[in-house]
């Protein structure tokens, strides 16, 4: 397995200064300052293969960003090893960048009052990228990012959709075979999510460009990505694939009814006696039936009763991801979150 990220007992720790109370406190501090020791990220191990989708989540302060930037070089670790794309990211910046793209969704790389297209090409100088390789480069992301009414715009004219469509087009003007998303989606409304998220999965497929993808929209998540990796206060709390995660912690599924005439709620329960579900009925006409995760199928209980019962109207809802990742940050033990994987070597620990 060819690996793009190999991180190994990453850790990282900062000093933050105590502020005293009162003005004597203050005075104290001018001379002698005191610190606490924090510890943002706690001796996480992970990999990810190349050309792999991989969200990376958690509650805020659990540590997400600071591993993205020590993953793209920014903070140096207070211990541990990693490697991108085979290199030391704080130790061997100039060659490492040409390989990786960043989107961060709350910074911007590119000139604030400069157009969009000059921006472009200060970084294809940065990049050192061959003036063919960058027009044929462009050409493609300003056709599938719709860019071309936005080029001779100044970035600081143009919608926050806009420049996060611009933002993701100069971080492959390069073709970074690893790409690194924190909150690209951020404040986006549905349809400009939806082409980003479109993009994105195109990108990967033509390209098998790896994609670490940050963020607290889940709807990303379950769009792009096979495979989590949760964290929690600095640790790892849940490595593994998206439909497992959905297995292990989803609570089921309810299936609404709106019937064509009055039901009794004994009447129902009988069509589905020995069938491991609840009924309820809401009125008359009204009703759901709750199936526990896995132990029923849907359509056994709809095959009992479509036959039996006139129905004008069904729909059937899951729990989603977000209620999942809710109930997981409620629980108490991180060791029945983690699920457990060969080829994947994660250190979780409370």
Not at 157 to 176: D, F, T, V, W, Y
Not at 223 to 249: F, H
Request: charged content about 30%; hydrophobic content about 40%.
């Amino acid at each position: 397995m060819s690996l793009a990220i190999d991180v190994h007992n990453l850790r990282k720790e900062f000093q933050v200064q105590k502020n005293r109370e009162g003005l004597k406190g203050a005075f104290r501090d001018l001379f002698r300052r005191e610190y606490n020791h924090v510890r943002a990220v706690k001796d996480i191990s992970f990999q990810i293969p190349k050309g792999e989708i991989c969200g990376y989540i958690g509650e805020n302060g659990a540590g997400k960003s600071t591993t993205i930037k020590m993953l793209t070089g920014i903070l140096v670790p207070t211990a541990g090893d990693i490697r991108v794309n085979g290199y030391i990211p704080h130790k061997e910046r100039e060659a490492f960048v040409r390989g990786i793209g960043v989107v961060f969704g709350q910074r911007s790389q590119l000139w604030w009052d400069l157009g969009v297209v000059e921006s472009f090409r200060l970084l294809q100088k940065v990049y050192r990228v061959p003036d063919g390789d960058y027009r044929l480069r462009m050409e493609e992301l300003i056709d599938r990012l719709q860019l071309g009414e936005l080029l001779n715009r100044p970035v600081r004219k143009l919608s926050l959709g806009q420049r996060m469509r611009c933002e993701l087009a100069a971080s492959l003007i390069h073709n970074p075979s690893i790409l690194f998303l924190d909150e690209p989606t951020i404040g986006l409304d549905i349809v400009v999510k939806t082409e980003i998220r479109e993009f994105l999965k195109s990108l990967n497929s033509r390209y098998e460009t790896t994609i670490l993808l940050t963020t607290h929209d889940l709807q990303d998540i379950e769009a792009l990505c096979s495979r989590v990796i949760m964290l929690d206060d600095g640790n790892i709390i849940y490595d593994g694939g998206l439909d497992e995660l959905k297995e292990r912690w989803g609570k089921g599924k309810e299936i609404y009814f709106r019937f064509a005439e009055a039901v009794e709620l004994d009447h129902l329960r009988a069509q589905t006696e020995g069938l491991d579900v609840e009924w309820s009925l809401d009125n008359e006409l009204t009703a759901k039936v709750w199936i526990p995760q896995k132990r029923v199928g849907v359509s056994d209980v709809l095959a009992r009763v479509v036959h039996v019962v006139g129905i004008e109207d069904i729909k059937i809802v899951e729990t989603n991801t977000d209620d999942i990742v809710r109930e997981i940050y409620k629980s108490g033990s991180a060791e029945t979150k983690t699920a457990p994987n060969s080829e994947r070597e994660v250190a979780a620990h409370v």
